[in-house]
């Protein structure tokens, strides 16, 4: 297990670490001695062990990935869990249901959990529609581009929202609002983390923090709570199969001044699809 981020805050500045530095980079004083307005905090990690989670959708690097990171580059592929954490994913060999391989994902939490009578049929419906003939090789081809991996995923989520008197989601609106925010966490989260194995510490001014945390404190968090710089470069990379629906395109990126962003600890209210 990687060491968890540290952020802490003093004078100016908010201080983003693996260890706590002896003394303030940004004043100098000791850290020691000194008491800190607020304590250290451990950011959370943006990722999840899919086999722990139930109903989820999961978004991993593809397993042909040579990094296996989200970096921004690499292709992405996705699957859904049952009550069990078993993920139910859509490949050229059909659906495969794998109970190792998705420790380290990004996981979006699909059902309310307090929506018993989805919860009870949700393995039946995820079961069934893994067998449908959409998924099955021998009747219909997986496609890079319009019949893969997200294919699946979005069309049984679908099927759910039917079943519930719900209306359907198009595949923009379900990459834009569930899925494109949580790789961006991730993405910023972990170009963070690489910037603090060469570096001892990053810094952000505390001043900006504090107006842009009031704007914010109402959406979901983005990894923590302020600048919101680009930090990834390139985000989004392509979700869904192997080169195909490049769902997140670009999101512009300034990696400059505003990196960090988003990097304080605010959890955010969960947004569930149902
Ligand atoms: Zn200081």
Redesign the pocket.
């Known amino acids: 297990m990687d060491p968890p981020v540290i952020r802490l805050a003093?004078?100016?500045?908010q201080?983003f670490c693996l260890q706590v530095p002896g003394?303030?980079?940004?004043?100098?004083?000791d850290?020691r001695e000194r008491r800190l307005q607020e304590a250290p905090v451990s950011l959370p990690s943006p990722f999840s062990n899919a086999h722990k989670t139930s109903c989820c959708l999961l978004v991993a690097p593809a397993h042909n990935n040579t990094t296996s990171e989200f970096d921004g580059t690499s292709d992405l592929h996705t699957g859904i869990s049952n009550t069990e954490g078993v993920v139910y994913n859509y490949t050229r060999a059909g659906v495969v249901r794998e109970l190792s391989g998705w420790e380290r994902c990004v996981s979006v939490p699909l059902v309310r959990p307090d929506m018993f009578h989805l919860l009870n049929q949700w393995d039946q419906y995820l079961q069934n529609h893994s067998e449908g003939p959409s998924w099955d090789p021998t009747w219909h081809r997986f496609d890079e581009q319009h019949h893969n991996c997200l294919s699946f995923c979005l069309s049984f989520v679908n099927r759910v929202l039917a079943a519930e008197g719900r209306e359907a989601l198009s595949r923009e609106t379900f990459t834009q609002i569930f899925i494109l925010p949580r790789v961006q966490r991730v993405q910023k989260y972990l170009f963070l983390y690489k910037h603090l194995q060469t570096h001892q510490y990053y810094l952000e001014d505390r001043q900006e923090d504090r107006q842009e945390d009031r704007q914010e404190d109402r959406q979901e968090g983005d990894i923590g709570g302020h600048t919101g710089g680009d930090i990834g470069g390139q985000t989004g990379g392509d979700i869904g199969g192997h080169t195909g629906g490049d769902i997140g395109g670009q999101t512009g990126g300034q990696t400059g001044g505003q990196t960090g962003g988003q990097t304080g600890g605010q959890t955010g209210g969960q947004m569930y699809l149902m």
């Open positions: 003093h004078c100016q500045v201080v003394a303030c980079p940004s004043c100098g004083e850290l």
